[in-house]
């Protein structure tokens, strides 16, 4: 599941629904990349995600949660080599 | 994600009288009474989560859990430490099944310990809400001659229908 991506990469995993709309659990995206500009990366390679799922997930890097700049905003935030991105749908333990 | 490998696999950590994991085994009563059981604790509060054949009164035939392992322990042992130290408690030990779980099984269970018992239910409380909260875990449920669904605890509403 974490997987390292190859060099140039990242590597973003997909759960619940993001899985089921991806077809995938995990894959490498080309980085550097800037964090505000993921949502619209993704949309590009899976028409209707953002709606369907990205606009009520969360988002962690390396494990710790980070705040997606929205639309329009440029953010400081580069997705680097290496980094391990999740989408986090609402969860639904217990 | 659920390989063969994977079933045979646990995933845990611990803390200071705080313990937390994640299997794709039977959930085990005693095991987790056994974490927390201590001389000093005067009661043991045991909360077990079932599967339920129904969402709504729509019956539901499966029920399978993903998550997303280490950021879930993480949660999971952050959620015990900070809930050990608000109630005093002397032991907590959460577990959450993955997988495919079989309706009317257990899919989590919380044990805390206390010297007294309004600590302990208090906390055992707490507990299971901060879970169904925070800690990254997903339900799917399937329905007889229907698309499955993706569960949100927030919305305690349907989930998204989900094509595949």
């Known amino acids: 599941m974490s997987s390292t991506p190859p060099p140039g990469h990242f590597q973003i995993l997909y759960f619940a629904l993001a899985s089921s709309l991806t077809g995938k659990d995990a894959e490498p995206l080309p980085a550097p990349l800037p964090l505000s500009q993921?949502?619209?990366?993704?949309?590009?390679?899976?028409?209707?995600?953002k709606s369907?799922?990205?606009?009520?997930?969360?988002?962690?890097?390396?494990?710790?949660y980070v705040d997606v700049p929205s639309r329009g905003e440029e953010g400081e935030a580069v997705l680097q080599e290496g980094d391990e991105v999740a989408i986090i749908p609402p969860v639904s333990s217990g | 994600m659920a390989d063969s490998q994977e079933?045979?696999?646990?995933?845990e950590l611990s803390e200071e009288g705080c313990h937390v994991s994640l299997t794709?085994?039977?959930?085990?009563?005693?095991?987790?009474?056994?974490?927390?059981?201590?001389?000093s604790a005067g009661a043991i509060v045991l909360f077990a989560g079932t599967t339920r054949d129904n969402f709504a009164g729509k019956p539901v035939h499966s029920l399978t859990y993903t998550s997303?392992?280490?950021?879930?322990?993480?949660?999971?042992?952050?959620?015990?430490?900070?809930?050990?130290?608000?109630?005093?408690?002397?032991?907590i030990a959460i577990t959450h099944r993955l997988g495919p779980v079989p309706i009317g099984e257990e899919s989590i269970l919380i044990a805390v310990s206390s010297p007294h018992?309004?600590?302990?239910?208090?906390?055992?409380?707490?507990?299971?809400?901060?879970?169904?909260?925070?800690?990254e875990i997903w339900k799917r449920e399937e329905f007889t001659g229907e698309e499955g669904v993706w569960r949100a605890?927030?919305?305690?509403k349907m989930g998204v229908k989900v094509t595949e």
């Open chain 1, 38 to 49: 993921l949502f619209s990366k993704l949309e590009e390679l899976y028409p209707g995600i």
């Open chain 2, 24 to 39: 794709h085994d039977n959930l085990n009563v005693n095991t987790i009474m056994d974490r927390v059981r201590s001389p």
């Open chain 1, 52 to 64: 369907q799922v990205l606009e009520s997930s969360l988002v962690t890097v390396n494990m710790e």
């Open chain 2, 117 to 135: 018992r309004q600590a302990a239910w208090r906390a055992g409380e707490q507990a299971l809400e901060e879970c169904k909260d925070r800690v």
């Open chain 2, 153 to 156: 605890n927030r919305d305690g």
């Open chain 2, 68 to 91: 997303y392992h280490p950021l879930a322990l993480r949660t999971l042992l952050s959620i015990a430490t900070s809930i050990k130290a608000t109630h005093g408690l002397t032991g």
């Open chain 2, 7 to 11: 079933q045979e696999q646990q995933w």
